[in-house]
Every structure is written in C-alpha cells, then in structure tokens.
C-alpha cells in the first residue's frame, strides 16, 4: 500500500508566494517520475510542473519563472514553489508520482495521486 500526501495550499493574495509538498510512504522501492498538476472548477487538470528521478524538469509555459519544482528522493518528496502567484491559479493542486513496487517477482512503476490540495488567490 501506497499513500501521496499533499501539503501547503491556502488563501493567498495575488503576487504572493506558497509552497506545496507532497510524501510519498508506503511500500515503495523507488520514486520516478513526480509532477504537480492542477485543476480548476469547470476546467480539465493539467501539467503544471514535472520533474524526473535525475532532476530533468519541465514546466508550463504559463509558470516559467515563477514556479520551481524540487525532490528529495531519499524522503520520497516533491515540493513546489510558486511565486507571483496570479487569481487565474486558483485550483485544487495534485501531486502525481511513479513508484517502482514488487508485485511478486515483478518489478513495476505504477501512478499514484495524492487528495490535492487546494489553493486559493485572491484579495
């Protein structure tokens, strides 16, 4: 059993900054892939960031320069900084992670989700 916890959303005003983090824990031999997506009301859940085992990262074109992604992978972490935050970003935001597990003799990556957390911009 795997559990992706996320972290850190709340109400915060327009330019400011907050930091999201989400753990993994459970019975996980490996982290891969992790990634922050968001969604908000009537809209479908996109890419906000990703970043691989290596520390390779990708953004949306609509956070460069204002988001950073990061991980600690001996903690099965990633975090999000954002700043500059802008109302239009208001969403609930989720956390994606590829987690290397035995099933039997087999090694396989599976997807987890976390609850999201949400995170309000607004004055």
């Known amino acids: 059993q795997v559990h992706v916890v996320e972290s850190g959303g709340g109400l915060v005003q327009p330019g400011g900054s907050l930091r999201l983090s989400c753990a993994a824990s459970g019975r996980i031999v490996s982290t891969n892939d992790m990634g922050w997506y968001r969604q908000a009301p009537g809209k479908q859940r996109e890419l906000v960031a990703k970043?691989?085992?290596?520390?390779?990262?990708d953004y949306a074109d609509s956070v460069k320069g204002r988001f950073t992604i990061s991980r600690n992978n001996a903690k099965s972490i990633v975090d999000l900084q954002m700043n500059s935050l802008k109302p239009e970003e208001t969403a609930v935001y989720y956390c994606?992670?590829?987690?290397?597990?035995?099933?039997?003799?087999?090694?396989?990556?599976?997807?987890?989700w976390g609850k999201g957390t949400k995170v309000t911009v607004s004055s």
């Open positions: 970043i691989t085992h290596g520390g390779s990262t």
């Open positions: 994606n992670i590829w987690i290397g597990q035995w099933e039997g003799t087999e090694m396989r990556d599976i997807k987890y």
